[in-house]
């Protein structure tokens, strides 16, 4: 087994992508280029190709955060945080393409990014080996397993960058009935195939799924509006939790106001809030395990309207990082109670 190249020392993310030079059984030249893949299976790749996977190296507000990185923390930390969205070193253009998965055969740790990608070896499918397939193919056992997610999605770092998604997951209820990650993140098409679109908290129709939005009368007049994780297998919000903004906001009349915010409170050294993470000492976070609610109380008698708001990266942080286009806000889910 050949190793391509010697890691430095980071903590974050101390990722081997490896090569079978050892004449690996079935092994096969293929062109791990995703548009190659996409001549066979191009309704997959076409999918992907509009995913965040396909993105994730050059997603505006990755890129804009690399040097807030660099500067506070320095190099080795950005270097962490390109090696884990650039993919397997197989992949012709930094991205999480088709062998980072298809060519994993296992991890050094299911956290950061230390995936084990194999080029040349036989590339895993979702249902076992096929027989004249133009490359040779292998059961994918890992790839249907949570700890394949897992080991880009449950981070240790750099500094406050912490998301243990998967910890989160095999705590839940979900985990215990058996269903992993790729069931909500990879939902069957109605012609029986995988979609690689990969949605989560970007797609407003995951993010409905997970969340229930309720409005309903209280005894002594005014209503409760309660936000309740009913259907995510991890806490919402996850992942990328430091730049996450979800709220609920109810118009009673005089308007809207926020009255449930779920996110991260970022504070500097003296415990005065900032904007980026890169300038935080502690960050707070305000999230909904499985099954959890948080609920807030509206008082008067009058119609209450209450939405569900979600951006990808909180507003004035958006706004430091110049890329407001890459994270409108988005209406998620609405409930009303009438008038009474």
């Not at 050949?2 to 993310?13: D, T």
């Amino acid at each position: 087994m050949l190793i391509l190249g010697a890691l430095p020392a980071i903590a974050c993310c101390d990722a081997t992508w490896s090569e079978a030079g050892d004449g690996a059984p079935g092994a096969a030249a293929y062109d791990p280029a995703p548009a190659s893949c996409g001549g066979c299976h191009p309704q997959q790749h076409a999918e992907w190709a509009a995913s965040a996977h396909a993105r994730s190296a050059r997603q505006p507000t990755f890129r804009a955060l690399l040097p807030e990185v660099e500067a506070s923390w320095g190099a080795a930390a950005r270097a962490a945080c390109e090696r884990c969205h650039a993919g397997a070193a197989l992949e012709p253009e930094p991205a999480i393409g088709c062998v980072t998965c298809h060519a994993a055969t296992g991890n050094r740790g299911t956290r950061d990014g230390r995936l084990t990608v194999l080029a040349g070896a036989p590339l895993a499918g979702p249902t076992g080996a096929a027989a004249g397939a133009p490359h040779a193919t292998r059961d994918g056992d890992f790839l249907r397993a949570p700890d394949l997610c897992g080991t880009c999605h449950e981070v240790t770092g750099p500094r406050l960058f912490v998301e243990p998604t998967l910890t989160e997951f095999r705590a839940s209820p979900a985990a215990a009935a058996g269903l992993t990650c790729q069931g909500c993140h990879m939902p069957r098409t109605p012609d029986g195939h995988t979609d690689h679109r990969f949605p989560g908290f970007r797609d407003d129709a995951l993010v409905a799924t997970a969340l229930r939005l309720d409005v309903a009368p209280l005894p002594g007049g005014g209503a409760r509006v309660t936000l309740t994780n009913a259907g995510a297998g991890h806490a919402v919000p996850t992942g990328a939790t430091l730049l996450r903004e979800l709220w609920v906001e109810v118009d009673a009349g005089d308007g809207p106001r926020r009255v449930i915010t779920l996110g991260a409170d970022l504070r500097d050294a003296a415990g005065v809030r900032v904007t980026l993470p890169t300038d935080a000492a502690t960050a707070t976070i305000a999230a909904l395990a499985p099954g959890e609610s948080v609920a807030a109380d509206v008082p008067g008698t009058g119609a209450v309207t209450a939405r569900l708001v979600a951006r990808a990266v909180e507003g004035e942080l958006a706004a430091a990082l110049g890329v407001e286009d890459d994270a409108p806000a988005r209406v998620i889910a609405t409930a009303r109670l009438p008038a009474r």
